[in-house]
C-alpha cells in the first residue's frame, strides 16, 4: 500500500533507483509530512519526514539497504475529489537522521529535487552545435533523459537565431541544466519539468511562461460563505520593471545604433488594464558585436524579466478550496477590490501535506493593477 488518507485527500507515494514502485506499507505507515516547492523557471523540490522507531523497518533494513540513498526516485501524487494530480517526480540528494531519547522522536528527514538535477551532475567542455538554433539545441539536450519519461515541449525561439557554420559555431560549456537555462533566460523563455499527468511522466518545457488557457478555480476573499481564501496581501512595486537599452552594431559601416525596445507583450499577454510604468532604464552590457537576432532576443528577455511589478501571496486549505492550485498557470482571484481583482498568473505553488491537512501557500503575478475584464470564472 502506497497511499495515504487525509479524509478526501489521498496521497500516493512511490520510490525506486529508476523506476519508481508503490513503497512497503510501514513506508507509509511512518510518513509524518511531505513538502513539495513548484516555482515557475526554478528546480522545484520536495522534503519527506518519516518516523524513524528504532525497531520498525525503516531503521532496521530500509535505510542501511539504500532505499532512502541520494539519487533514488520519489513520485508524489495527491488525489483530490477523485483528481489525481502528480506534485513531485525527482530524485533524493538529501538525508538527515534525527536521534533522541524520547519515544518516537527519532526522525529521517529526505529532501529531493526533480529530475532536471539530473542535468545537472555532468559538467561538459565545448560541445558543438553547428547551425543549430537554440530551440534545436535545447530539443537534443533533453531527448539524452528519455529512459527517466521526460518528454521535451520546446517552443522555437521568437527571433531566429540560426548562424551559418562559416561564422559562428556555438558551444556548449558546462552542464546541461545551466546551458539550457542560460538560453531560456537570452530569450526571455523558461525551463522547468512538469510532472504527470501520470506517475513516472515529465514534460520538460522550454519556451515562454504559459499565461493563456482557462484560469483555474478563482481564489475567493472577503465574500462572506464564499471566501476559501482566509487572506490574500498584494504588493505594487514601482520601480520593479526596467526599460533595457541595447546597441548594436551594423557591420556595413560600423556605426552603432540603439535598438527600439521590443513589446513585451508578444511573450506575455497582459493580464491587466493598467500595467505599471517602467521608471528605471538599464543599459545591456556587451551588446555591440552580437548579432542583431540575439540582442533582439535578450533586449526583449530583460524587458519581460521586469515586467511583473504587481505579486500576491496567501494560504489555502484545499479541502475547503476543493482543488489542487496548479503553478504556472492563469487564476482569477474575487473579492479584492476593483484594483487587485481579476487574472494572475501563479508564480510558485508550495504544497503542506500532512495526516488531516493539505494547505498550499502560493505567490502570484502580473504586470499592473485593474482588470481586463469585469469578472473572472468563479
Given at each position: 500500500m502506497a497511499d495515504v488518507t487525509t479524509g478526501p485527500i489521498h496521497l500516493t507515494l512511490l520510490m525506486g533507483p529508476q523506476i519508481p514502485v508503490p513503497v512497503p506499507a510501514p513506508v507509509t505507515d511512518a510518513l509524518l509530512s511531505a513538502q513539495v516547492t513548484v516555482a515557475s523557471g526554478q528546480r522545484?523540490?520536495?522534503?519527506?519526514a518519516f518516523d524513524l522507531?528504532?525497531?520498525?523497518?525503516?531503521?532496521?533494513?530500509?535505510l542501511p539497504a539504500g532505499f532512502f540513498d541520494p539519487k533514488v526516485r520519489v513520485v508524489l501524487a495527491a488525489t483530490v475529489q477523485g483528481t489525481v494530480t502528480v506534485l513531485m517526480d525527482g530524485v533524493l540528494i538529501r538525508q538527515e537522521v534525527g536521534v533522541s531519547n524520547q519515544p518516537g522522536q527519532s526522525t529521517l528527514t529526505v529532501t529531493g529535487e526533480d529530475l532536471t538535477v539530473l542535468m545537472d551532475l555532468e559538467e561538459r567542455a565545448a560541445v558543438p552545435y553547428p547551425a543549430m538554433g537554440p530551440a534545436a539545441r535545447v530539443a537534443a539536450i533533453v531527448s539524452q533523459y528519455a529512459q527517466y519519461g521526460i518528454t521535451p515541449l520546446v517552443i522555437p525561439e521568437l527571433v531566429p537565431q540560426t548562424p551559418m557554420p562559416t561564422r559562428r559555431i556555438d558551444f556548449q560549456k558546462g552542464t546541461d541544466l545551466a546551458y539550457v537555462t542560460d538560453l531560456a533566460k537570452a530569450n526571455g523563455y523558461v525551463f522547468y519539468l512538469d510532472p504527470g499527468p501520470l506517475p513516472g511522466m515529465s514534460r520538460a518545457y522550454w519556451g515562454p511562461e504559459v499565461r493563456l488557457g482557462v484560469p483555474q478555480h478563482a481564489l475567493n476573499v472577503n465574500m462572506d460563505a464564499l471566501s476559501n481564501v482566509d487572506q490574500l496581501t498584494f504588493a505594487f512595486d514601482g520601480t520593479a520593471r526596467e526599460e533595457p537599452e541595447a546597441r548594436v552594431q551594423i557591420p556595413a559601416t560600423r556605426v552603432s545604433a540603439v535598438l527600439p525596445v521590443p513589446e513585451v507583450s508578444v511573450l506575455r499577454p497582459p493580464l491587466a488594464l493598467k500595467p505599471a510604468p517602467a521608471l528605471k532604464k538599464?543599459?545591456?552590457?556587451?551588446?555591440a558585436k552580437k548579432d542583431p537576432g540575439q540582442v533582439v532576443a535578450e533586449t526583449l528577455a530583460k524587458a519581460?524579466?521586469?515586467?511583473?511589478?504587481?505579486?500576491?501571496s496567501g494560504q489555502l486549505d484545499v479541502v475547503r478550496y476543493g482543488h489542487v492550485l496548479r503553478p504556472r498557470e492563469l487564476v482569477g482571484v474575487r473579492g479584492a477590490g476593483l484594483?487587485?481583482?481579476g487574472l494572475y498568473f501563479v508564480k510558485s505553488v508550495t504544497h503542506n501535506l500532512q495526516r488531516g491537512a493539505y494547505t498550499q501557500n502560493f505567490t502570484l503575478a502580473r504586470e499592473g493593477l485593474i482588470p481586463l475584464t469585469p469578472a473572472v470564472v468563479p
Open positions: 522545484s523540490g520536495f522534503q519527506l522507531s528504532k525497531a520498525g523497518l525503516i531503521n532496521t533494513t530500509l538599464k543599459v545591456i552590457a556587451d551588446t519581460a524579466e521586469s515586467a511583473d511589478a504587481v505579486t500576491g484594483t487587485y481583482d
